[in-house]
């Protein structure tokens, strides 16, 4: 796990210039939303006046469930279900699944705190408008705290480990779909600007591709390997290399 964590912090070293259109393709949009985009959307997406929302609101009974249901038992409960059936069914692909999403909802959290607190953003419902930011403002003030979107950190990240340990259209879109609802459900109650969940998201998306990646190159080295042991003091995790 921890050099899952290392890996993770050491991602910057690792951009190479394909990165830099990406990089600045999510800069450029996320700050053309904040400029030109976040407030109509945050008027007129509730109130459904383009049919180019219809989908995104589609999605919003998902994001409404997911929302009732703290982060925390969202994550022990996926963790225990995947521990589990590695478990009873024997498979230590299970039990890789449970470590990652834990590593990536410990991960998304920190790179959201931070970024919560630096950029120190007013919610839509503050009312004071887009473009409130107050840098390094390191408010305790939960109503300063809009971006990133830190359910739709943990929501992508969460849905993408999934997804890409089980590449399979019955998994992808409703992992996906559930990640789509939470977006929306942010924008529609007025929790989160537009913005703040585009690059929640992509953040999200991101750091568990990066982890998922990483445990599949690992697995493909024959000389490592993670397996559950047996004992009579109970049950332990052996890692080969």
Same mark, same amino acid.
């Given at each position: ?12 070293? #690792?951009?190479?210039? #394909? ?31 383009? #049919? ?78 887009? #473009? ?8 305790? !003030? ?29 998994? !992808? ?69």
């Amino acid at each position: 796990m921890r050099g899952d964590f290392a890996h993770a912090l050491q991602a910057p070293t #690792r951009w190479s210039r #394909r990165d830099g259109p990406k990089i600045a393709t999510l800069a450029l949009t996320v700050g053309g939303l904040v400029r030109w985009a976040d407030e109509d959307i945050d008027r007129e997406f509730p109130q459904d006046e383009h #049919r180019l929302f219809s989908p995104a609101r589609g999605l919003l009974p998902l994001g409404e469930k997911y929302d009732t249901i703290p982060s925390t038992h969202m994550i022990v409960g996926l963790t225990a279900a995947f521990s589990l059936s590695s478990v009873v069914l024997d498979e230590p692909r299970h039990l890789e699944t449970a470590r990652l999403l834990v590593e990536a909802y410990v991960i998304v959290n920190g790179v959201g705190i931070v970024g919560k607190q630096l950029l120190g953003r007013a919610r839509p419902f503050v009312g004071s408008g887009s #473009r409130d930011f107050d840098l390094a403002r390191f408010s305790s !003030q939960n109503d300063f705290r809009s971006m990133p979107s830190g359910h739709s950190l943990e929501a992508f990240a969460t849905m993408t480990i999934l997804a890409k340990r089980y590449p399979h259209w019955w998994v !992808q879109l409703p992992a996906y779909s559930v990640a789509g609802g939470v977006a929306a459900q942010r924008i529609d109650t007025h929790k989160h600007w537009v913005s703040d969940v585009v690059l929640g998201g992509t953040i999200g998306y991101q750091v568990a591709r990066m982890l998922a990646d990483h445990s599949a190159a690992r697995s493909s080295d024959p000389s490592a390997a993670v397996r559950l042991v047996y004992h009579p003091a109970g049950i332990g995790l052996a890692v080969t290399f």
